[in-house]
């Protein structure tokens, strides 16, 4: 049935918060799972009790929601998949909201700045190999020739966050491995010591599951889904320049874009 005053919401969004599912996920025949409906709860728990809390124990919520522990592990499971919780130790505590991280050419460390947190980087490995043919076909590098291999991890307020493997011409930035405090930002060390200036970048993003040691790395479980982004960035005059993959964890990143009329 249409909704008889256009001007007014449906009633089943009265009180959303936005953004908020439709009904908060329940199904049109009003019936849903037990563990959904102690998850509920315990989200308006972790509300009450603010970010860094520790939550009561799978025991102590079974006995005040009355329900089994099996019942409350799944709604625990699916909170911490959500970002909403994370461990901490042997327990488990509210999670702070996620890191939103800009779709544009703003650095890593520019994104996590903005938002108050202590950006930074573990140096894993920086290596230089040839160029394989793929990789040379997107960057515009002959065939063989030497490339830098830097794989980092992403860290904020010392949380590991994310890892970035990225690519670039040894040609380009001969002294990266002399020059460049691996902590840091990449794109400053182009800006400021090279004069090499970002133009523009093609990025993709899908969903994808750690391999075991990026999990290992990242120190997250295997079945945590990540948000993984390829992007390929090019100077002012066109030229490509770094080719960049990057995992970020799914329970600690959203992204966000500015979108306009061409």
Same mark, same amino acid.
């Given at each position: 049935?249409?909704?008889?005053?256009?001007?007014?919401?449906?009633?089943?969004?009265?009180?959303?918060?936005?953004?908020?599912?439709?009904?908060?996920?329940?199904?049109?025949?009003?019936?849903?799972?037990?563990?959904?409906?102690?998850?509920?709860?315990?989200?308006?728990?972790?509300?009450?009790?603010?970010?860094?809390?520790?939550?009561?124990?799978?025991?102590?919520?079974?006995?005040?929601?009355?329900?089994?522990?099996?019942?409350?592990?799944?709604?625990?499971?699916?909170?911490?998949?959500?970002?909403?919780?994370?461990?901490?130790?042997?327990?488990?505590?509210?999670?702070?909201?996620?890191?939103?991280?800009?779709?544009?050419?703003?650095?890593?460390?520019?994104?996590?700045?903005?938002?108050?947190?202590?950006?930074?980087?573990?140096?894993?490995?920086?290596?230089?190999?040839?160029?394989?043919?793929?990789?040379?076909? *997107?960057?515009?590098?002959?065939?063989?020739?030497?490339?830098?291999?830097? *794989?980092?991890?992403?860290?904020?307020?010392?949380?590991?966050?994310?890892?970035?493997?990225?690519?670039?011409?040894?040609?380009?930035?001969?002294?990266?491995?002399?020059?460049?405090?691996?902590?840091?930002?990449?794109?400053?060390?182009?800006?400021?010591?090279?004069?090499?200036?970002?133009?523009?970048?093609?990025?993709?993003?899908?969903?994808?599951?750690?391999?075991?040691?990026?999990?290992?790395?990242?120190?997250?479980?295997?079945?945590?889904?990540?948000?993984?982004?390829?992007?390929?960035?090019?100077?002012?005059?066109?030229?490509?320049? *770094?080719?960049?993959?990057?995992?970020?964890?799914?329970?600690?990143?959203?992204?966000?874009?500015?979108?306009?009329?061409?």
């Amino acid at each position: 049935m249409d909704n008889p005053n256009p001007a007014q919401p449906p009633a089943h969004l009265l009180g959303q918060a936005p953004g908020a599912p439709i009904r908060s996920g329940i199904p049109e025949h009003g019936r849903i799972p037990k563990y959904y409906a102690v998850k509920a709860r315990i989200a308006a728990l972790t509300d009450e009790l603010g970010d860094g809390q520790a939550l009561p124990t799978e025991r102590d919520l079974a006995e005040r929601y009355e329900v089994a522990r099996e019942t409350v592990r799944q709604a625990l499971r699916e909170l911490l998949l959500e970002g909403r919780l994370r461990r901490q130790g042997r327990g488990t505590v509210v999670a702070g909201p996620k890191l939103e991280q800009p779709l544009s050419l703003a650095s890593y460390t520019e994104g996590v700045r903005r938002q108050g947190r202590t950006p930074g980087r573990h140096l894993i490995s920086l290596d230089r190999f040839p160029c394989p043919a793929a990789l040379a076909a *997107e960057t515009d590098a002959e065939t063989g020739e030497p490339v830098w291999h830097m *794989e980092r991890v992403l860290l904020a307020d010392d949380e590991r966050v994310g890892l970035e493997s990225t690519y670039v011409s040894v040609a380009r930035v001969p002294r990266l491995d002399r020059d460049f405090e691996p902590d840091s930002s990449f794109y400053a060390y182009l800006r400021d010591r090279l004069g090499i200036a970002f133009g523009d970048a093609d990025e993709r993003i899908e969903t994808v599951l750690a391999t075991p040691r990026e999990a290992l790395l990242i120190g997250t479980p295997p079945a945590l889904p990540m948000l993984l982004i390829h992007r390929l960035s090019r100077d002012t005059d066109g030229r490509p320049l *770094e080719r960049v993959r990057t995992l970020y964890r799914g329970d600690r990143f959203s992204f966000t874009a500015h979108l306009a009329r061409s």
